[in-house]
């Protein structure tokens, strides 16, 4: 469960069908420190909101049930009214409106719906909200392209290992043997890209879980993909990996500042 902060109070958002479904019971505290249901059925007995809500569920949802609707629509704002999220669920069959139990529960309803009802409680409250789902949409969006480099950062290791595979380990070696040396050459282009192998990074770091390359910027994920293919062709041509090693530092660095002169942006790892 994810979960934005306005205004010191934190407002749990929970995924359901790939769309954000946000706390109505945290929002709802902004207009009370005692129970919250209280405060949602008042919002939900009022005509505007009873009328928004059957649309979004008429544009939203092919199982909606207006006919059930219908029984009810005239009675909002009558003292004797009363309508719950539990209520309104049952009776129309809606999916705007979730209510979840045990921990983290509540009443959730998709973003359109919690907007509404957060302008209802407060415009300062609606603004707040929207940009702070601003920002965690671009967060999202970077860690899914960061994701992305280091997916392509794993495809070209495996070009990479085949051709430590292909062209530096005899047959007659052991497991051991072999491993030490795919481990040799990853920390050698550890030390092109990063300045330090695999193991000074974890002594740096103990309180990090993961390696130096699950820490790594998109634009590191970037050069080091490039890296390893290059070094996979270096190997084909049977340079030793001395010289490889310094071949690939200065393409690193080349890759590097030619990245900075274009100003192209850096996401680091959401691992930090």
Same mark, same amino acid.
């Given at each position: 469960?994810?979960?934005?902060?306005?205004?010191?109070?934190?407002?749990?958002?929970?995924?359901?069908? *790939? *769309?954000?479904?946000?706390?109505?019971?945290?929002?709802? @505290?902004?207009k009370?420190? #005692?129970?919250?249901?209280?405060?949602?059925?008042? =919002?939900? @007995?009022?005509?505007?909101?009873?009328?928004?809500?059957?649309? =979004?569920?008429?544009?939203?949802?092919?199982?909606?049930? !207006?006919?059930?609707? +219908? #029984?009810?629509?005239?009675? !909002?704002?009558?003292?004797?009214?009363?309508?719950? !999220?539990?209520?309104?669920? +049952?009776?129309?069959?809606?999916?705007?409106?979730r209510?979840?139990? #045990?921990?983290?529960?509540?009443?959730?309803?998709?973003?359109?719906?919690? %907007?509404?009802?957060?302008? =209802?409680?407060?415009? $300062?409250?609606?603004?707040?909200?929207?940009? +702070?789902?601003?920002?965690?949409?671009?967060?999202?969006?970077?860690?899914?392209?960061?994701?992305?480099? /280091?997916? %392509?950062?794993?495809?070209?290791?495996?070009?990479?290992?085949?051709?430590?595979?292909?062209?530096?380990?005899?047959?007659?070696?052991?497991?051991?043997?072999?491993?030490?040396i795919?481990?040799?050459?990853? *920390?050698?282009?550890n030390?092109?890209?990063? #300045?330090? @192998?695999?193991?000074? =990074?974890? *002594?740096?770091? !103990?309180?990090?879980?993961?390696?130096? @390359?699950?820490?790594?910027?998109?634009?590191? %994920?970037?050069?080091?993909?490039?890296? $390893?293919?290059?070094?996979?062709? %270096?190997?084909?041509?049977?340079?030793?990996?001395?010289?490889?090693?310094?071949?690939?530092?200065k $393409?690193?660095? /080349?890759?590097?500042?030619?990245?900075?002169?274009?100003?192209?942006?850096?996401?680091?790892?959401?691992?930090?």
């Amino acid at each position: 469960m994810k979960n934005i902060v306005v205004k010191d109070k934190i407002i749990n958002i929970t995924g359901v069908n *790939d *769309d954000d479904y946000v706390s109505l019971t945290d929002i709802a @505290r902004f207009k009370t420190d #005692g129970e919250t249901n209280p405060v949602i059925a008042n =919002w939900m @007995r009022k005509v505007d909101t009873l009328e928004f809500l059957k649309l =979004w569920e008429q544009i939203n949802n092919i199982n909606f049930k !207006p006919t059930d609707f +219908e #029984g009810f629509k005239s009675k !909002p704002g009558e003292n004797a009214f009363t309508i719950s !999220p539990k209520k309104w669920i +049952e009776l129309t069959n809606a999916i705007g409106i979730r209510v979840k139990s #045990g921990k983290n529960g509540g009443t959730f309803a998709h973003r359109d719906i919690a %907007l509404e009802f957060a302008s =209802w409680i407060s415009a $300062e409250v609606k603004l707040y909200i929207i940009k +702070e789902f601003q920002r965690l949409k671009i967060e999202e969006s970077e860690q899914i392209e960061w994701q992305g480099k /280091r997916l %392509l950062t794993k495809i070209n290791y495996l070009i990479h290992t085949d051709a430590i595979k292909t062209y530096l380990i005899p047959i007659e070696l052991t497991d051991a043997q072999k491993s030490f040396i795919y481990a040799s050459e990853a *920390d050698m282009l550890n030390v092109a890209l990063f #300045g330090m @192998r695999a193991k000074e =990074w974890q *002594d740096n770091n !103990p309180d990090k879980n993961g390696n130096i @390359r699950d820490y790594a910027s998109t634009i590191e %994920l970037a050069i080091l993909s490039n890296l $390893e293919y290059h070094n996979s062709l %270096l190997i084909k041509d049977g340079i030793n990996q001395k010289e490889r090693l310094i071949v690939l530092n200065k $393409e690193a660095n /080349r890759e590097k500042e030619l990245f900075n002169k274009n100003n192209v942006k850096v996401i680091e790892s959401k691992n930090e």
